[in-house]
């Protein structure tokens, strides 16, 4: 089994020994992941880990020099994941505007019940991506860590959605910006939603179905009146 989820298998820079291959390993990822949700990144310790864990903190660091490395090798693990179900809904849609709507609902987190292994829970990775987002990337180093191409699987599902755009309007101008926007929406939203409820109408049922509604309604207003004109 612990072969089929090395297939989303995050940049070797941010471990120093790759976790998903061995049993200790995948605890770290799956306990951590639990207390990172529980905690938030401010309060989580590796000590309070290896407590979860029942292992040594020694040993975790074993695997992961910092609990910033550890957010992030999540958020890798999230995006690459993300992008492979993505992928798998585009082969079944019927046409360029349904593989679009599907892609928005993977985002939104409307997911098919047949989804690719991971060792943790997916849906624990998207709540800890909306509740820390920012904290991957919003420090000091990020432009060392964005040089060391810490942030490509983020990129990379930004740019498989411009290309569903572009399917459906080749002439677009900026695709990468409107495809970040919906990548971003369909996490930032659902936080405030919870948090913040007085940003959006959303937050009065907080139905994932409702926000992709929501964004899939603004990207065909966005395709359709967008000036194209150079």
């Known amino acids: ?14 471990s120093l020994r ?9 605890s770290v990822l799956a306990d951590g992941l639990m207390l990172l949700n ?24 074993k695997y992961f020099a910092n609990k910033q490395r550890l957010l992030q090798y999540h958020f890798q693990l999230y995006w ?33 019940a047949d989804l690719p292994p991971l060792h943790v829970d997916p849906a624990a990775l998207r709540h800890l991506v909306i509740a820390e987002g920012m904290k991957s990337y919003m420090h000091k ?6 040089a060391r191409r810490l942030f490509k699987p983020y990129k990379d599902l930004s740019a498989f959605v411009a ?8 002439e677009l101008s900026m695709p990468r910006s409107f495809a970040t926007t919906l990548v971003e929406m369909a996490h930032s939203l659902p936080f405030a939603m919870e948090h913040l409820p007085s940003l959006t109408e959303l937050s009065e049922t907080r139905d ?23």
């Not at 509604?213 to 150079?230: K, S």
């Open 208 to 230: 994932p179905q409702a926000l992709a509604d929501h964004l899939y309604e603004r990207t065909i207003v966005y395709l359709e009146h967008i000036d194209t004109t150079p």
């Open 163 to 170: 290309d569903r755009l572009l399917t459906c309007r080749p």
């Open 1 to 14: 089994m612990a072969e089929q989820h090395l297939l989303f298998k995050p940049d070797a820079a941010l």
């Open 80 to 112: 690459l994941w993300l992008r492979q179900v993505a992928a798998q809904e585009v082969v079944r849609a019927a046409g360029p505007r349904d593989a679009l709507r599907r892609v928005v609902d993977v985002l939104c987190g409307i997911w098919p």
């Open 38 to 61: 529980e905690l938030g990144l401010e309060a989580f310790t590796f000590r309070k880990l290896a407590a979860r864990a029942g292992c040594t903190e020694v040993s975790i660091y």
């Open 18 to 26: 790759e976790p998903m291959a061995t049993e200790l390993g995948r």
């Open 141 to 146: 180093h990020v432009d060392d860590d964005n």
